[in-house]
């Protein structure tokens, strides 16, 4: 079975700190596409990044880095310097080649104090 | 058309009544997902197509809950004899199939179910 676990339900941090959120995977699929998803307090779902499971090399993106580690089976999401506009609820997710359906994390909420 | 498209985006109905909420995909995307966000919670899986056949429904709440999809485009969910649970945004993604080249999920801005 597919499963994503974001063990962090809610983190605080006061502005231009750097924050890393985890995120956990299980499948029995060899192959895999991973996502992070950002829903601010609109409410609209903004995709941020895919990672397949035969490239574990790490992205940078401005502020935002991922760190993917199959030997871990995870796929961390780091903000640098945080602002207060990236508070927002942070998504992972998962699809297995096998099970052609996108399985998300329960989220983690994200402040940034000022 | 550009992007996810989804209607009404908000609706409030009395219990006990049925609805109907619409999904318009990407041109071109065979895959369509439903999910449910409850307020304050993550997204729920309901159900999700290949085309016009659904794999997977193991999602679906109750059997009050159902969804179609016609011509691999549009899909519709309804909800008969709605109850106050149901109320929550109901989400729709779009996206290549991964025969297709799979990509991230689109998704709409999600229809707002209220039951009063």
Known sequence: AQKVTQAQTEISVVEKEDVTLDCVYETRDTTYYLFWYKQPPSGELVFLIRRNSFDEQNE???????????????????????????????FCALIGN????????????????P | GAGVSQSPSNKVTEKGKDVELRCDPISGH???????????????????FQGNSAPDKSGLPSDRFSAERTGGSVSTLTIQRTQ?????????????????????????????????
Request: aromatic share 16%; with cysteine.
């Open chain 1, 98 to 113: 096998r099970d052609d359906k996108i399985i998300f994390g329960k989220g983690t909420r994200l402040h940034i104090l």
């Open chain 1, 60 to 90: 940078i993106s401005g502020r935002y880095s991922w760190n993917f580690q199959k030997s871990t089976s995870s796929f961390n999401f780091t903000i640098t310097a945080s602002q207060v506009v990236d508070s927002a609820v942070y």
């Open chain 2, 84 to 116: 106050q649970e149901d109320s929550a945004v109901y989400l729709c993604a779009s996206s290549l199939a991964w025969g297709q080249g799979m990509t991230e999920a689109f998704f709409g801005q999600g229809t707002r179910l209220t039951v009063v």
């Open chain 2, 30 to 48: 065979t895959a369509l997902y439903w999910y449910r966000q409850s307020l304050g919670q993550g997204l729920e899986f309901l159900i999700y």
